[in-house]
Nanobody
Framework: QVQLVESGGGSVQAGGSLRLSCAASGYTYSRAPRACTGWFRQAPGKEREGVAA????????YYADSVKGRFTISQDNAKNTLYLQMNSLKPEDTAMYYC???????????????????WGQGTQVTVSS
């Protein structure tokens, strides 16, 4: 059974930083090098949106325009953990953040919710002005 568990959320002032982690069990990132991994977020009253994705084998990253230059997605296979480094946080970044992984390998990694098979329960990020 695949489990993804996020951690690292919290409250921070605008301009601050947080690093989210996503530990996997029942799913080994290194054994699925072509399976995209990603981060999504959902703010109150809004739909869940893709934030960042990573194609591990190709080393290619994808970002939503709203976070480009501020967020960085990475993966540590030795720790079987996915990360999202968030810098220069803004109040509009406030949301529940979810990590996700695909079950099959693909060439590209779209930031579309329906393309991901495994999901964590989320970690809350709150940015105050």
């Amino acid at each position: 059974q695949v489990q993804l568990v996020e951690s690292g959320g919290g409250s921070v002032q605008a301009g601050g930083s947080l690093r989210l982690s996503c530990a996997a069990s029942g799913y080994t990132y290194s054994r699925a090098p072509r399976a995209c991994t990603g981060w999504f977020r959902q703010a109150p009253g809004k739909e869940r949106e893709g934030v960042a994705a990573l194609h591990p084998e190709r080393g290619v990253t994808y970002y939503a325009d709203s976070v480009k230059g501020r967020f960085t997605i990475s993966q540590d296979n030795a720790k079987n953990t996915l990360y999202l480094q968030m810098n220069s946080l803004k109040p509009e970044d406030t949301a529940m953040y979810y990590c996700a992984a695909r079950a099959v390998g693909t060439w590209g990694c779209p930031l579309r919710e329906n393309d991901y098979n495994y999901w964590g329960q989320g970690t809350q990020v709150t940015v105050s002005s």
